[in-house]
């Protein structure tokens, strides 16, 4: 073992730094007194003479520091700083970063025309060519993303003899090369151009100097599957498996995929089956398990499509339930297979395997409360005629599941507004439970419709008496005491209501009509204004302030709610009516114009809109557009007697030669209207003469003449009550505040208090062909 040690030999050479460790006995102060030199130099003036010019070692042996000695001088060593000297000072400022010497010198021009200079344009010229060709290409322009891949080729080859002609070949840039040529290939293959683009992807791979070419075979091996040469494609994928490492495990399981896919589409089965498996075994996934299946069922194989299937189905879809079924693109196929599936037969006897195992052990509420949940489910996607027929199936259950259907039973007949079906199951309700304070709202509700507000609040004051937070039952008997004008208890009801639900905005409204109905218009004001804050672009609301600030006679701050309620609903004729008789009334006759206008639009056979807009063009000085439009509203409605009586007049003030046609027509109409109104009058008196004598006694007459007088004064007032058809103007009666306002609440869904929120879905997939399947390239 030690043979093979050797020991280095010992040199003559002198050390430059040896000595340095020695003692100087020069700074020994006690021996001092033994020192002969030093005593000799105290005594005489031996100490100031100069040493001899050979005498330069020290007192150890040493050379001085600067003697050379043998020809090689002793390395220096300085006290002081390097750099730093005391006549560097003198007469200079401190200046640490040399400001003082001036600036910098100018930069060196760049020579455009130096051949180092072309090739980095160049370059530069090449990356953009090819950033523009993938741009293209992403953009679906094909045929310009090969143009600029060919010229990208082009130019990239006169940039390689350019380099070459004046640095070495070893400086040429490879990666430039290499990407323009897989760009060159990718564009042909995208233009199925073939044949082109795998003798661009062999002058890649043939090339040592290009590290990891060899994967480039994979999309050889699709170019191949895609002509239909089958061999070849497994050839190149087997290739490009055997280039890749075992590190890259995602890149390697889809080249096997691939070789799968080819295998099936050759009828090869058996190695189509060994390859998913390895799959399966190795990195399993949906398409692999399903293909593998499909490749069993080819060959016959039952035991193993089972074995197969459980593999599949164990394979983590890595998606939220609720997303299993929303489709991840917009891709039309992709949607069409999604909603295939959502309700297919797998998916229909998973549920109802899940129901049955669910009921048959000891969670069978809970098994209930799914079969509720769904009811609900069906409500949410207004699919009524489901969820009724799922309610019905538990009116043979036990009392409380029976309740809870029958309660949600009640609440879908009352909005299809079949009063005497939501009756029958809200008795169903009740009787199931007493203490269910749904079902006795929901009873509550259908008295309520009949017109009994007594039993109504009864049913109301129950379900409180059992649940006190019952908003819905709280809030209706409100309503109930309003029908029976017992405002006090009324408003009680909804200030109770209004301390539960700080911002709804029924309490509100509520609570402000309740003050209007109370004649207090400051109150119902001031809950308004609450009100608009809660839904500040509510029209409805807006137009009921306008309305109350116009009974209280502020006619600036009426006018500001009118016009914020028409700014956010411009169709309300109300509205609109308003608007434009308060610019009438402020002399602003053009600006009422546009209202009246805007009325005509949304009721263009109401001629009274139109004879505004004449008549506001006629009271701001514009007589000539005020006659154009009662000519235009006479064309339209060549029987209206107002029309003609402001055109004769018109045409009279103007001096027009058609004032004797206007005045000829309107004679004739008036003559007509009395003509009618005579023979009505003529009618009621024959049918009341000959109704008496058909009597036969003279009590009897009187009594029937009586009898037919109020019948005619009905008759007439209910004539009256109707818009005439010769009648310019339109009576317009108040209406009642936004239509989500409207008495009485609806009843709510009783929501069963253990449903499970969990949704069993399945893993099912649709019967679909093979696909290609390629790696992305």
Known sequence: MMQNVHLAPETDEDDLYSGYNDYNPTYDTEELENDTAFQQAVRTSHGRRPPSKTSLT????????????????????????????????????????????????????????????????????????????????????????????KDAGRKERVLVRQREQVTAPENINLDLTYSVLFNLASQYSANEMYAEALNTYQVIVKNKMFSNAGRLKVNMGNIYLKQRNYSKAIKFYRMALDQIPSVHKEMRIKIMQNIGVTFIKT???????????????????????FNLILSYFAVGDREKMKKAFQ?????????????KYISPSDDPHTNLVIEAIKNDHLRQMEHERCVEVVKASQYVELANDLEINKAVTYLRQKDFNQAVETLKMFE?????????????????????????????????????????????????????????????????KEALRNDSSCTEALYNIGLTYKKLNRLDEALDCFLKLHAILRNSAQVLYQIANVYELMEDPNQAIEWLMQLISV??????????LGELYDGEGDKSQAFQYYYESYRYFPSNIGVIEWLGAYYIDTQFCEKAIQYFERASLIQPTQVKWQLMVASCFRRSGNYQKALDTYKDIHRKFPENVECLRFLVRLCTDIGLKEVQEYATK??????????????IKSGRNGSGGSRSKREGSAGSDSGQNCSASSKGERLSAKLRALPGTNEPYESSSNKEIDASYVDPLGPQIERPKTAAKKRIDEDDFADEELGDDLLPE
């Open 58 to 149: 020290s007192s150890v042996g040493r050379p001085l520091t600067g003697t050379i000695q043998d020809g090689v001088s002793r390395p220096m060593t300085a006290v002081r700083a390097a750099g730093f000297t005391k006549a560097a000072l003198r007469g200079s400022a401190f200046d640490p970063l040399g400001q003082s010497r001036g600036p910098a010198p100018p930069l060196e021009a760049k020579n455009e025309d130096s051949p180092e200079e072309k090739i980095r344009q160049l370059e530069k010229k090449v990356n953009e060519l090819v950033e523009e060709s993938c741009i293209a290409n992403s953009c679906g322009d094909l045929k310009l993303a090969l143009e600029k891949a």
């Open 267 to 289: 009828g090869q089965y058996s190695d189509a089956i060994n390859s998913f498996e390895h799959i399966m075994s190795m990195a399993p996934n949906l398409k692999a398990g």
């Open 396 to 460: 043979k259950k036990d009392s409380r599941v029976k309740s809870a259907a029958a309660t949600n039973l009640s609440f879908l007949y009352y909005l299809e507004n079949e009063f005497a079906q939501a009756s029958s199951y809200a008795d169903l309700a009740v009787n199931s439970d007493r203490y269910n304070p749904s079902a006795l709202t929901n009873k509550g509700n259908t008295v309520f419709a009949n017109g009994d507000y007594e039993k109504a609040a009864e049913f109301y």
């Open 535 to 544: 839904v500040p672009t509510d029209s409805r609301a807006l137009s009921k």
């Open 666 to 679: 309107l004679k004739r109409l008036e003559k007509m209207k009395e003509i009618k109104e005579q023979r």
């Open 311 to 323: 593999k599949l189905i164990a394979v983590p879809l890595e998606i939220d339930e609720d997303d």
